[in-house]
Nanobody, 126 residues
Framework: QVQLVESGGGLVQPGGSLRLSCEVS????????IGWFRQLPGKEREGVSC????????YYDDSAKGRFTISRDNAKNTVYLHAESLQPEDTGVYYC???????????????????WGQGIQVTVSS
């Protein structure tokens, strides 16, 4: 069974940065498209950024483009999300998720991942 474990969250000042990590176990990373999702207070879950583990394909939500960068290290079975210029409206719970037969764009916009991590809190506050 595939398991996803997030790390790297916490409290950051406005304008600061964080790097979130998602380690995948129980399967080979290259089998999946991996996505970062978040749930902001009082709002529905939304896709932030997704990446293919077979090629260079990525997708970014409009709220993330230019501030968030997704990357992968297949040898470590890990996907990263580097977030810069964080603002209070970025505060929420961030999840990584995995799905097999999909694309980064489809997963982030309308996909239903099979596997989810437990989520990690990101708080942007002074």
């Amino acid at each position: 069974q595939v398991q996803l474990v997030e790390s790297g969250g916490g409290l950051v000042q406005p304008g600061g940065s964080l790097r979130l990590s998602c380690e995948v176990s129980g399967g080979f990373l290259e089998y999946y498209v991996i996505g970062w999702f978040r749930q902001l207070p009082g709002k529905e879950r939304e896709g932030v950024s997704c990446i293919s583990t077979k090629d260079e394909s990525t997708y970014y939500d409009d709220s993330a483009k230019g501030r968030f960068t997704i990357s992968r290290d297949n040898a470590k079975n890990t996907v990263y999300l580097h977030a810069e210029s964080l603002q209070p409206e970025d505060t929420g719970v961030y999840y990584c998720a995995a799905e097999g037969l999909t694309t980064p764009r489809a997963l982030c916009i309308a996909g239903r991942p099979i596997y989810w991590g437990q989520g990690i809190q990101v708080t942007v506050s002074s």
